[in-house]
């Protein structure tokens, strides 16, 4: 699957996101990097240029919500059906637990 927006856009988007939830919290920086217990260093960071790891992101989803969505988005998408025989087909499938291709 081919992406149209660019990593760096992406995760200016995410900081932008954090960022507007943080502010709806009535949050300074301070307060969320305290509660959250990421350095406050890192959070600057991440809402000006967007880096940040994967465990302090999800440390500031726990304080400003959304972290079930985000589990919920990652979820492989189920099979559309169009017909019984199409049903059929799929449990006849063992769902892969490695990929293929390199």
């Known amino acids: 699957m081919i992406s149209l927006i660019s990593l760096s856009k992406a995760q200016l988007k995410i900081a932008d ?3 507007a939830r943080r502010l709806s919290m009535e949050l300074t920086q301070e307060g ?3 509660r ?3 350095p406050l260093a890192t959070l600057r ?3 000006q240029k967007g880096s940040i790891s994967i465990g302090s992101f999800l440390k500031l989803l726990m304080v400003t919500g959304g972290i079930e969505e985000i589990i919920e988005v990652l979820k492989p998408s189920k099979p559309n059906f169009t017909s ?3 049903v ?3 449990t006849d499938t063992i769902s892969r637990k490695r990929g293929r291709k390199k």
Do not use: Y
């Open 17 to 19: 996101s954090i960022r």
């Open 32 to 34: 969320l990097a305290e």
């Open 88 to 90: 059929l087909k799929n």
């Open 84 to 86: 019984i025989d199409e």
């Open 45 to 47: 960071k991440f809402e």
């Open 36 to 38: 959250s217990g990421v």
